[in-house]
């Protein structure tokens, strides 16, 4: 008895004979028939015969109608089953918020909120009955602390590291030509500054990670002459050194060498035809001691332009470490860029990208609290970045601490990313994420350079409106009491009540009520990034809670 799971492919079988008898009368709808009833004879053949898959060699052809739906499950669910709130990652509401102000379309929205204000997460900013009126919003801030003879005026919204070579070359320029338009800063990543970079001038924050791309060796290691060269350039304004990002922490990284073309191999220093490395861990440095030392030597090589270090936090002992290596040794970096673990990368494994590093809140409060408690905090700037998209994206975390922040798949939905997820594999349909020229040459500078001005002009517009509303003239200016959050279904708490927050020196003295720090602090030393109780400790620190 014939299995009732091969019966369409007897069915593709039995519409050969009857295309062919009716290709006679109905030469065009015969000759249809029959073309796709010889197609799908051979599929069902090839199905039963290959060994590779279980499932299409007990339901020929039928099968292979799961495989389509599979490839095509994202933008299926992107374009017809997603809600404007689904966040995969970033939702349709904020990905429509990026492209309206990238096009300079009015974005209002009619008929009030469509957000449910009684769920238990949900945030907002407290209005002042007396709101300020500001001029000007392009709010700056000053970096460079007491050792740094040429500070920056930084915006407080600027482009997070993405490398030349994980962009095209098309993206990179559109992305400097709207930095050099709305005068705000590009950070290049790690993958050193490029031509695409230099082509339109604007403002750099030079990234350097662990391969040392741009200012390395032939063996890979550490050029200071390559770096005092490059450093030099008029067009870059600070210097970041790069420890960790919040995708990957931890974890390194590698350009396999059919990806690495000519440009990028001149760009980045490195052999054609060989894998481009990022090693886990920096070469230059193996304690906080020294790490603040490279610090410093950057800084002095660069002629005192701001150096700054950017990482995502991990263990709390490692960052109080450097922080005590800043007491011991009097080198502060002039910033500190907190990527949180909901940051985004061309491509990082699932178990770092989901469960690897500490959320931007927690690093951030962590990173704060560090400086308040020993007195600094008014010489380092906090930079952050990991998933803001909104002005109430950023009014949220200068009330928690930050005093600029950067975005990178803001600026990305700006060029025209539709969240396509094939940023790894090259073909990226926008020409965004790719090295393929027939992809990257539909990306038109000209055009998409203004998207990304106005992007940025529009968000901080809007930041301006809070920033009035909430009776300030800086974004600088909000804190933890400004932010609201609801708690349970009847209890609303401040972040200045809901979050630990230590008082300028109290790390000076002896004792503090907060969690991480009361366990942490005193195990931590300047001059090794363990931890001093050798004997396994639990890393389970309530960083938010005052229960």
């Given at each position: 008895?014939?299995?009732?799971?091969?019966?369409?492919?007897?069915?593709?079988?039995?519409?050969?004979?009857?295309?062919?008898?009716?290709?006679?009368?109905?030469?065009?709808?015969?000759?249809?028939?029959?073309?796709?009833?010889?197609?799908?004879?051979?599929?069902?053949?090839?199905?039963?015969?290959?060994?590779?898959?279980?499932?299409?060699?007990?339901?020929?052809?039928?099968?292979r109608?799961?495989?389509?739906?599979?490839?095509?499950?994202?933008?299926?669910?992107?374009?017809?089953?997603?809600?404007?709130?689904?966040?995969?990652?970033?939702?349709?509401?904020?990905?429509?918020l990026?492209?309206?102000?990238?096009?300079?379309?009015?974005?209002?929205?009619?008929?009030?909120?469509?957000?449910?204000?009684?769920?238990?997460?949900?945030?907002?900013?407290?209005?002042?009955?007396?709101?300020?009126?500001?001029?000007?919003?392009?709010?700056?801030?000053?970096?460079?602390?007491?050792?740094?003879?040429?500070?920056?005026?930084?915006?407080?919204?600027?482009?997070?590291?993405?490398?030349?070579?994980?962009?095209?070359?098309?993206?990179?320029?559109?992305?400097?030509?709207?930095?050099?338009?709305?005068?705000?800063?590009?950070?290049?990543?790690?993958?050193?500054?490029?031509?695409?970079?230099?082509?339109?001038?604007?403002?750099l924050?030079?990234?350097?990670?662990?391969?040392?791309?741009?200012?390395?060796d032939?063996?890979?290691?550490?050029?200071?002459?390559?770096?005092k060269?490059?450093?030099?350039?008029?067009?870059?304004?600070?210097?970041?050194?790069?420890?960790?990002?919040?995708?990957?922490?931890?974890?390194?990284?590698?350009l396999?060498?059919?990806?690495?073309?000519?440009?990028?191999?001149?760009?980045?220093?490195?052999?054609?035809?060989?894998?481009?490395?990022?090693?886990?861990?920096?070469?230059?440095?193996?304690?906080?001691?020294?790490?603040?030392?490279?610090?410093?030597?950057?800084?002095?090589?660069?002629?005192?332009?701001?150096?700054?270090?950017?990482?995502?936090?991990?263990?709390?002992?490692?960052?109080f470490?450097?922080?005590?290596?800043?007491?011991d040794?009097?080198?502060?970096?002039?910033?500190?860029?907190?990527?949180?673990?909901?940051?985004?990368?061309?491509?990082?494994?699932?178990?770092?990208?989901?469960?690897?590093?500490?959320?931007?809140?927690?690093?951030?409060?962590?990173?704060?609290?560090?400086?308040?408690?020993?007195?600094?905090?008014?010489?380092?700037?906090?930079?952050?970045?990991?998933?803001?998209?909104s002005?109430?994206?950023?009014?949220?975390?200068?009330a928690?601490?930050?005093?600029?922040?950067?975005?990178?798949?803001?600026?990305?939905?700006?060029?025209?990313?539709?969240?396509?997820?094939?940023?790894?594999?090259?073909?990226?349909?926008?020409?965004?994420?790719?090295q393929?020229?027939?992809?990257?040459?539909?990306?038109?500078?000209?055009?998409?350079?203004?998207?990304?001005?106005?992007?940025?002009?529009?968000?901080?517009?809007?930041?301006?409106?809070?920033?009035?509303?909430?009776?300030?003239?800086?974004?600088?200016?909000?804190?933890?009491?400004?932010?609201?959050?609801?708690?349970?279904?009847r209890?609303?708490?401040?972040?200045?009540?809901?979050?630990?927050?230590?008082?300028?020196?109290?790390?000076?003295?002896?004792?503090?009520?907060?969690?991480?720090?009361?366990?942490?602090?005193?195990?931590?030393?300047?001059?090794?990034?363990?931890?001093?109780?050798?004997?396994?400790t639990?890393?389970?620190?309530?960083?938010?809670?005052?229960?």
């Open positions: 008895m014939l299995n009732a799971r091969y019966i369409p492919l007897l069915c593709v079988f039995l519409c050969m004979p009857i295309g062919l008898a009716l290709s006679s009368e109905y030469k065009l709808w015969g000759g249809v028939i029959l073309a796709i009833s010889l197609l799908g004879s051979v599929v069902g053949v090839h199905d039963i015969t290959q060994k590779r898959r279980a499932v299409l060699k007990n339901y020929p052809v039928v099968a109608f799961r495989y389509l739906f599979e490839r095509f499950r994202p933008e299926i669910r992107q374009y017809l089953l997603e809600s404007d709130h689904d966040e995969v990652p970033y939702s349709r509401e904020q990905r429509t990026v492209y309206r102000r990238a096009k300079d379309i009015e974005g209002l929205r009619p008929f009030g909120t469509l957000k449910n204000l009684q769920q238990i997460g949900h945030e907002w900013m407290n209005h002042s009955i007396s709101p300020t009126q500001i001029d000007d919003g392009q709010f700056r801030i000053k970096v460079g602390g007491s050792n740094c003879s040429l500070p920056y005026d930084c915006s407080v919204l600027n482009i997070s590291g993405m490398s030349y070579g994980a962009l095209s070359p098309n993206a990179i320029e559109a992305l400097n030509r709207g930095a050099k338009q709305g005068r705000f800063a590009h950070t290049t990543g790690e993958g050193a500054i490029s031509k695409s970079h230099q082509l339109h001038g604007g403002d924050i030079w990234q350097i990670g662990s391969g040392y791309f741009g200012c390395r032939s063996a890979g290691n550490f050029d200071p002459q390559q770096f060269t490059t450093a030099a350039f008029d067009q870059v304004k600070m210097i970041e050194l790069k420890l960790s990002q919040g995708a990957k922490p931890g974890h390194g990284g590698i396999l060498a059919a990806k690495v073309t000519q440009s990028i191999a001149e760009t980045r220093g490195v052999p054609m035809g060989e894998d481009c490395i990022s090693p886990a861990k920096h070469s230059e440095f193996d304690t906080p001691i020294e790490l603040l030392e490279f610090v410093g030597k950057l800084r002095e090589l660069s002629g005192g332009k701001p150096v700054g270090i950017k990482l995502c936090v991990g263990h709390p002992w490692e960052f470490a450097i922080a005590k290596a800043m007491q040794t009097g080198i502060l970096p002039d910033f500190i860029t907190v990527d949180g673990s909901e940051g985004g990368t061309g491509a990082a494994p699932v178990e770092f990208a989901d469960h690897m590093g500490a959320p931007l809140r927690e690093g951030l409060m962590l990173v704060h609290n560090s400086l308040v408690g020993l007195n600094i905090r008014d010489e380092i700037k906090i930079i952050v970045s990991g998933k803001l998209i002005a109430f994206d950023i009014a949220r975390v200068f928690l601490g930050a005093d600029a922040c950067n975005m990178a798949r803001g600026f990305m939905f700006a060029l025209g990313c539709l969240q396509a997820q094939a940023c790894h594999t090259g073909h990226c349909p926008t020409g965004v994420a790719t393929d020229p027939g992809r990257y040459r539909a990306l038109d500078v000209e055009h998409k350079y203004k998207r990304v001005a106005n992007f940025h002009r529009n968000t901080l517009e809007a930041l301006k409106e809070s920033v009035a509303a909430s009776g300030l003239i800086h974004p600088t200016q909000f804190t933890p009491h400004h932010l609201m959050i609801r708690v349970t279904s209890q609303v708490r401040s972040a200045a009540s809901q979050y630990h927050w230590l008082e300028p020196g109290e790390l000076l003295s002896e004792g503090t009520k907060h969690p991480a720090f009361a366990k942490f602090w005193a195990k931590s030393c300047s001059s090794t990034f363990s931890i001093l109780d050798q004997q396994k639990s890393n389970v620190v309530r960083f938010q809670s005052n229960g």
